[in-house]
């Protein structure tokens, strides 16, 4: 199930239950490296990253490659991070919705054909493309992944905005992403220290506290 959804978050309408080996093992470590990455454990998701990567390299497959490391960047786009591995991307084997997608991560809003982007995306881009209220899209995206990277990609454009950033921290702090979480509180708190909510800003202060007391 974890597979196919991963598969659904990105580039494809389906997948198959009977995978063969190395793409079953890169889906797992894919996975793998989206709980470490969200959660903050580093060094066990450069491990898993590459034992991605190695079980891709071992079809000699590029496209699939390329989908890895896409997927690696969404993933760091939704934590908030930068991903240097998008400069590996071979862009002349990219398929189309591999370079719509990548489009999309960019936060483009010109050019992208939204109907080579995966479904829930594509009201939300829509929105983002027309310059329109991007809230009820936002809400509208079920899958918590899929939510937060859209978010990400819309305070790229909008980085103060107080409803966005609000659905973000309920998908962050919902699912207990507290890589994310940190910068959204971070942003949170400029917002209401400009706004002079000092009980606001109190608050955001202890739950950065709480993220800490994690570590």
């Not at 659904?8 to 190395?22: E, F, I, N, V, Y």
């Not at 109907?115 to 027309?130: I, K, V």
């Not at 978010?151 to 699912?175: C, M, V, W």
Request: proline share 4%; net charge neutral.
């Amino acid at each position: 199930m974890k597979r196919c959804l991963l598969w659904l978050l990105m580039l494809t309408a389906g997948c198959a239950s009977d995978l063969p080996r190395w793409q079953s093992d890169a889906f797992d470590y894919l996975y793998f490296y989206q709980t470490n990455t969200l959660t903050g454990d580093k060094n066990t998701a450069a491990m898993n990253f590459r034992k991605a990567l190695n079980s891709v390299n071992s079809s000699g497959k590029i496209e699939a490659l390329n989908h890895v490391i896409l997927y690696k960047c969404a993933i760091d786009q939704a934590a908030f991070l930068a991903c240097p591995e998008i400069g590996a991307l071979h862009h002349e084997y990219l398929t189309e919705p591999q370079y719509h997608y990548k489009q999309f991560l960019d936060a483009r809003t010109e050019g992208i054909n939204i109907g080579l982007l995966p479904e829930h995306y594509r009201d939300f881009y829509r929105a983002l493309h027309e310059g329109e209220d991007l809230t009820p899209s936002l809400q509208d995206i079920e899958p918590p992944l899929a939510r937060l990277i859209a978010a990400s990609i819309a305070l790229k454009h909008y980085p103060n905005d107080f409803e966005i950033l609000s659905i973000a921290d309920r998908t962050a702090s919902g699912q207990g992403w507290r890589v994310p979480l940190r910068y959204i509180l971070g942003q949170l708190k400029k917002y209401y220290r400009q706004s002079g909510d000092t009980q606001a800003v109190k608050k955001m202060d202890m739950r950065l506290d709480m993220l800490d007391a994690q570590r």
